[in-house]
């Protein structure tokens, strides 16, 4: 049944479309959103009060529906830390440089590498991970230091944290926008993730070989690359077997998620208790005496990472959750009688006023999902996506999940640390070389990508 659209409503509506202005200036959007909360709150409830406690309550509401996340990407940057700095994951990682052989394996390796770690560590800290080992040995083999920034963007920070379907950060932020589980955008990001990340890596790769070729990107000498000190006492055979047992651990915790059937918030709980182990072990044994206490240095340099990275994230997940079911935990119970949520009540609405197709809801999916990753977060808009996608979805009558998971590709594809200059820094530096440069070379691929996986999620609809 069909709700009378009120007030409430087209407010609702109306901050969507400044918020999505902000992002196209390139604006932060906290303020803004905060804005909304409160105006939502006022016109809901004709008190002062109770808006400004709605404010505050939103942000205790968002933290509280993303704390699994952000602790468990801070414990796996906590984890990640105490490898580089043991110099176990050079143990790790050292194996791998034996295919590079040519700069096209050079490439893919560095690429494949990047993502699956990606997977399990985030990029971010994979970047550290991966680059110290691996950039010398891809030089070395013939690739540019730009070949090898391109291959670690791609793969890690457009695949993987597109995808993330082990740590499940970004399709917990979709997923709750849009109003469904978690699991079911993942399934549905599946043939996106892949055809997006095919199209992007080869094309990239062509350019990339037709550059070298004609002397447009010329390779480096290797000398540049530092050696990094390691700062831990662990002897060479306990690298060697926490090399060993540290992937063996994680993949045995994928095949727990199979057997038991772990999804969501129970797989990253799996994911992050392993993580929390091998952290304090490694820790007590790299250390000696000050093992406890640098169990604790770890832990807090996770959080400082994960807070902010998520920091930005709260405000607009905060004002996207009253969208949905959040609106009666923060605000009351003030939604019109009959009311399934705003977003579904615009929905339906639209529905009515619009003949909206599969195909201007996908395209307009992606557009908006760049839109937002032009503040080179892609996280912090992703929330808009799967609100968007409900939005559509509920009109054309199916297709949520796919409408959402493409949200979520495009705004990471773009802000999530490929082709936004002041994102991509981290492998810039690693690989030092220009991240404008990076960023230009990223981004005809991805423009590429963004276009065949739109057609792509239109026949899928």
Sequence with gaps: MAVDLTALHWIYVLFIVCIIGFF??????TLICVVAIFILGLTATHSIHLAVSGVFNSFIYAITELMS???IISII??????MVKSGINDIMISPFARFMKTPSLAYWTVGIVMMMISWFFWPSPAVALLGAVL???AMRAGLPALGVAVAMNLFGHGIALSSDFVIQ???????????IPVHQVVEASIPLVIVMGVVTTITAFFFLKRDMKNGKITIEPTAMIEERVEETVLTLKQKRAFAVLIPTLFVLDVVGM???????????????????????VISLLSHNKNGLTEITNYLIEGFTFGFKVFAPVIPIAAFFYLGDSGFIKIIGDYLPQ???GIINDLGVGLSN?????KEVAAVTLTITGAITGLDGSGFSGISLAGSIANLFGTVIGHGVATLTALGQISAIWVGGGVIIPWALIPVAAICRVDPFELARRNLVPVTIGLVVTTIVAIFIL
């Design 169 to 179: 950060g970004a399709p917990k932020l979709t997923a709750d926008a849009a109003g």
């Design 69 to 71: 996340t952000i602790l």
């Design 258 to 280: 199979i057997v038991f059937n772990l999804q969501g918030g129970d797989a990253t709980a799996l994911v992050g208790g392993t993580a929390i182990f091998i952290m304090m």
């Design 353 to 357: 006023l619009v003949p909206l197709t």
């Design 135 to 137: 950039l010398p040995a």
């Design 24 to 29: 196209i200036m390139r604006k932060d959007t």
């Design 77 to 82: 940057v906590s984890l990640s830390n105490v």
């Design 338 to 340: 009959a009311s399934q």
